[in-house]
């Protein structure tokens, strides 16, 4: 398979544990974008690497998210101290240029 | 920043009819514009896309077109399949630009 993907495929935390999700983009793909999207909405931007910087983030990122690219290959999502409002789908997309493609997700429920 | 809506919020539409889904965007500024289909339990699959030099394309039973002017633009699905069936989001962003601007998606129900 060589489409994007991440690692769970589903979490069930408990409020104030941290989470880590993995992202494997396609390989050739330099861009990977995170994005989260909660139960009727679109997918809602979260930030974005250009191989391993990351070149902008949502004012959606608070400070209890971290993401990395170290190596510019795969990139790692983390959550601090998760709370109730943080249980989304996070999907994770990767692009050579404007034609994004998606994995299929990491649904995080927080209890 | 961008805002994207889309309408209907749910077409139901017979099996071999034709389903239009039709999305705005408010950033004069936009010119890439995707479409994804999203079946339960998946991530977004992208199906076809357009840019703004172009006001038309299709790809076999799907076409999307263009109004800049009228900053809007629609996904057409010609003899729709049971399979046709997920919600279908529309996108927009500045070619290059990176970040994506969806809209909340239309449930698409194709009844055989």
């Known amino acids: 398979d060589t489409g994007v993907s991440q690692n769970p495929r589903h979490k069930i935390t408990k409020r104030g544990q941290n989470v880590t999700f993995r992202c494997d983009p396609i390989?050739?793909?330099?861009?990977l974008y995170w994005y989260r999207q909660t139960l009727g909405q679109g997918p809602e931007f979260l930030t974005y690497?250009?191989?391993?910087?990351?070149?902008?983030k949502s004012r959606l990122l608070s400070d209890r998210f971290s993401a990395e690219r170290p190596k510019g290959s795969f990139s790692t999502l983390e959550i601090q101290r998760t709370e109730q409002g943080d249980s989304a789908m996070y999907l994770c997309?990767?692009?050579?240029?404007?034609?994004?493609?998606f994995g299929q997700g990491t649904r995080l429920t927080v209890v | 920043g961008e805002n994207v809506e889309q309408h209907p919020s749910t077409l139901s539409v017979q099996e071999g009819d034709s389903a239009v889904i039709k999305c705005t965007y408010s950033?004069?500024?936009?010119?890439?514009f995707p479409w994804y289909k999203q079946e339960l339990g998946k991530g977004p699959q992208l199906i076809i896309d357009?840019?703004?030099?172009?006001g038309e394309k299709k790809d076999q039973r799907i076409a999307v077109t263009l109004n800049k002017t009228a900053k809007h633009f629609s996904l057409h699905i010609t003899e729709t399949q049971p399979e046709d069936s997920a919600v279908y989001f529309c996108?927009?962003?500045?070619?290059?630009?990176?970040?994506?601007?969806f809209g909340k998606g239309n449930q698409v129900v194709v009844i055989p």
């Open positions: 997309a990767s692009s050579l240029d404007s034609e994004a493609f």
């Open positions: 390989s050739e793909h330099n861009r």
């Open positions: 690497f250009q191989n391993e910087a990351q070149l902008e």
């Open positions: 950033d004069s500024a936009s010119n890439y």
């Open positions: 357009i840019r703004s030099n172009v």
């Open positions: 996108a927009a962003s500045t070619y290059g630009n990176n970040r994506l601007a």
